[in-house]
Nanobody, 124 residues
Framework: QLQLVESGGGLVQPGESLRLSCTAPEMENVAVGWFRQAPGKAREGIACISKDGTNRIYVDSVKGRFTISRDFAMNTVYLRMNSLDPDDAGVYYC???????????????????WGQGTQVIVSS
């Protein structure tokens, strides 16, 4: 059972930045996706990174503002979020899968393991 732990959420003003972290043991064997769920809305995938870090996918709403990366030494995948907007608010989840090939990741909800989520509030 893979246990993913998110951190880094909080309250920021519009235009500010946050960096979310997703940590698990042996993270080098995990393809990771970041998802978010705004109040009253369905959860949506926003970014993902393959096991080897070479394949990264972003949805249009975050492209150019968010960056997903991984630090193998720290067993952590990060989501750097810049120019945050109130529409970015919600609970952010990281998800992982160990069964895929090294180059694959997905922004669809096909992951086997999920974290508990971290809250992001964007408000002035």
């Amino acid at each position: 059972q893979l246990q993913l732990v998110e951190s880094g959420g909080g309250l920021v003003q519009p235009g500010e930045s946050l960096r979310l972290s997703c940590t698990a043991p042996e993270m080098e064997n995990v393809a990771v996706g970041w998802f978010r769920q705004a109040p009253g809305k369905a959860r949506e995938g926003i970014a993902c990174i393959s096991k080897d870090g070479t394949n990264r996918i972003y949805v249009d709403s975050v492209k150019g503002r968010f960056t997903i990366s991984r630090d193998f030494a720290m067993n952590t995948v990060y989501l750097r979020m810049n120019s945050l907007d109130p529409d970015d608010a919600g609970v952010y989840y990281c998800a992982g899968d160990t069964a895929w090939g090294n180059l694959y990741c997905s922004t669809n909800e096909e992951y086997d393991f999920w974290g508990q989520g971290t809250q992001v509030i964007v408000s002035s």
